[in-house]
Structure formats: structure tokens, C-alpha cells
């Protein structure tokens, strides 16, 4: 049995009406925590996405939206927590999972986002959320009092020998040839 998401807003994707659907979504309290805890963060105070689906070529979902959050990192320095306000813009493409693509050829922008599965004409639009919350996060968080890193100096040259450096062919005539 699959795992269900910390964050789970599943949406049937069937029958898209002509013009599209938008769809806004919000993680509550504990959704957070646990989202938080996946993460390693201290706290992710606010989490909220807003979507526009609308079907494209060949059986296609097209998925733009934006991601809204709050969090809370800690320094990779001194640990101490740091907030961070991420606002993304989010573009996936979802695509059935049981069909034949060899057979049925999909035409997407190859400057769009991979291809993801669509599942039983279903997107977990609350776990693609999550997804891009954590490709947002600063990887390396540095708080503004943290020491500066330590510079070591340029590695001095030393001068290397070179004990052949006086033999030279055709030199000096002390050899004999």
C-alpha cells in the first residue's frame, strides 16, 4: 500500500471543464509540522498554492501555478533559526501513466518540465506543492552573524630545481662525441 504525502490534495483530472480549472490550496497546522519535519526545518509557518489546470495535446495535463511559504531554517554555521519567505512559479505536465506513448505521440515544450505520471486520471497537486517547496529551500541557509569562512592564503610558489637545467645538447664541447 502506497504512503500518503504529509500534504495531500488529490484532484481528479477526467474531465477538465473547457476553459480549465483553478484550484487553491492551503496546508494546515500539523500538515506543516510534518511537512517541517520531512524536511528538516525548524518550522514552516505558512504554506499555501494556487493552480490553474487546463488539459493539453495528447491526453496532456497542463499544471501552472504559484507557490506561497513561510519557513523557518536553521544556519549551517551556528544553527540558529532563520526565516525565509519563498515564492515560486510552478509548471508541470502530466501525462497517463497506463498509456501507450510509443504508440501515441505527445507534443510538449522541451523547456517544460519533465513529464510526470498521471495516476488513475488523478494529480496530488498538495505533494507537487511540496516537491517545489523543497527545490526552493536555500540549500546552505547562512545567518547574517555568522563568522565569515576562514580564507586560507594563496599557496606560495616554490622554486623547483631542475638539476638538468645545465646540461645542454651541443654545449660547451666538454664531451666527447
Same mark, same amino acid.
Given at each position: 500500500?502506497?504512503?500518503?504525502?504529509?500534504?495531500?490534495?488529490?484532484?481528479?483530472?477526467?474531465?477538465?471543464?473547457?476553459?480549465?480549472? %483553478?484550484?487553491?490550496?492551503?496546508?494546515?497546522?500539523?500538515?506543516?509540522?510534518?511537512?517541517?519535519?520531512?524536511?528538516?526545518?525548524?518550522?514552516? $509557518?505558512?504554506?499555501?498554492?494556487?493552480?490553474?489546470?487546463?488539459?493539453?495535446?495528447? $491526453?496532456?495535463?497542463?499544471?501552472?501555478? %504559484?507557490?506561497?511559504?513561510?519557513?523557518?531554517?536553521?544556519?549551517?554555521? %551556528?544553527?540558529?533559526?532563520?526565516?525565509?519567505?519563498?515564492?515560486?512559479?510552478?509548471?508541470?505536465?502530466?501525462?497517463?501513466?497506463?498509456?501507450?506513448?510509443?504508440?501515441?505521440?505527445?507534443?510538449?515544450?522541451?523547456?517544460?518540465? =519533465?513529464?510526470?505520471?498521471?495516476? !488513475?486520471?488523478?494529480?496530488?497537486? +498538495?505533494?507537487?506543492?511540496?516537491?517545489?517547496?523543497?527545490?526552493?529551500?536555500?540549500?546552505?541557509?547562512?545567518?547574517?552573524?555568522?563568522?565569515?569562512?576562514?580564507?586560507?592564503?594563496?599557496?606560495?610558489?616554490? =622554486? %623547483?630545481?631542475?638539476?638538468?637545467?645545465?646540461?645542454?645538447?651541443? +654545449?660547451?664541447? !666538454?664531451?666527447? +662525441?
Amino acid at each position: 500500500m502506497a504512503e500518503i504525502p504529509e500534504f495531500s490534495r488529490i484532484v481528479g483530472v477526467g474531465s477538465l471543464p473547457r476553459g480549465g480549472r %483553478t484550484i487553491a490550496i492551503e496546508a494546515d497546522a500539523a500538515e506543516r509540522e510534518a511537512l517541517a519535519k520531512r524536511f528538516d526545518l525548524v518550522a514552516i $509557518d505558512a504554506l499555501q498554492a494556487r493552480f490553474a489546470l487546463r488539459a493539453g495535446r495528447g $491526453d496532456t495535463v497542463l499544471v501552472d501555478g %504559484t507557490l506561497s511559504a513561510a519557513v523557518v531554517q536553521r544556519c549551517v554555521v %551556528t544553527l540558529d533559526p532563520l526565516p525565509a519567505t519563498i515564492d515560486e512559479e510552478i509548471e508541470a505536465v502530466f501525462a497517463d501513466a497506463a498509456a501507450d506513448h510509443d504508440s501515441v505521440e505527445i507534443e510538449v515544450d522541451p523547456l517544460a518540465a =519533465e513529464v510526470e505520471p498521471l495516476v !488513475d486520471g488523478r494529480i496530488d497537486l +498538495g505533494e507537487l506543492a511540496a516537491q517545489h517547496l523543497l527545490l526552493a529551500l536555500d540549500p546552505y541557509p547562512r545567518s547574517p552573524d555568522a563568522p565569515s569562512p576562514v580564507v586560507e592564503a594563496p599557496p606560495v610558489e616554490i =622554486e %623547483t630545481r631542475q638539476p638538468f637545467a645545465g646540461l645542454k645538447r651541443g +654545449g660547451d664541447g !666538454d664531451a666527447e +662525441g
